[in-house]
């Protein structure tokens, strides 16, 4: 992450991804809107090519209904960028040494860890339902940005099994107990 994507981030409180990531991300929003947009496209080729065929209207369910779906699948994915912050009184040090403990439990796989920013991410079995997550740490005075999204940067997934959370509640109860 550069200093700008740490700033916007921090800003935003949302997770910074790049066009791929993005790609991946969103995918089923993509691919839910194929069938609508294919039968535009069908029936705007009909059109042009003045064909006597009326546009159907048993079909504009087939545009209507996975419109919609892909609507609330996209502000479901854009809410999950979304930072968790933590206030603490910890200092970085403190919060790292219990990052690394919890990556060591938790089978983290560290990708990246600066004075700014931690970025890790998981890969669960092949039967574990997840293709894994990609952690996301940045650090600010006296509060942290949390997110656990599943990993854009492998298959597209709108499901963590429930890990994303698990992510956020174990850092933040070890957090709290570090605290009192």
Request: glycine share 2%.
């Amino acid at each position: 992450m550069t200093k700008r994507e740490i700033q916007i981030s921090k800003e935003k409180q949302e997770l910074q991804l790049s066009f791929w990531q993005k790609t991946t991300h969103y995918g089923i929003v993509i691919g839910i809107l194929i069938i609508p947009i294919t039968i535009i496209i069908l029936s705007v080729k009909d059109r042009l090519n003045e064909s006597d065929s009326d546009f159907p209207e048993n079909q504009l369910w087939f545009i209507i209904i996975p419109i919609l779906i892909s609507i609330l699948f996209y502000l479901l994915q854009k809410r999950r960028l979304k930072f968790k912050v933590i206030d603490t009184n910890l200092k970085v040090t403190e919060i790292k040494k219990i990052i690394t403990e919890i990556e060591k439990q938790s089978k983290w796989i560290k990708n990246k860890n600066t004075e700014n920013y931690y970025i890790a991410t998981t890969y669960p079995s092949f039967f574990s339902g997840s293709w894994g997550e990609l952690i996301t740490i940045i650090f600010d005075e006296n509060r942290i940005y949390f997110n656990s999204i599943c990993n854009p940067n492998a298959k597209s997934s709108v499901v963590s099994m429930g890990r994303n959370k698990k992510h956020y509640l174990t850092l933040l109860n070890r957090i709290n107990q570090a605290s009192h």
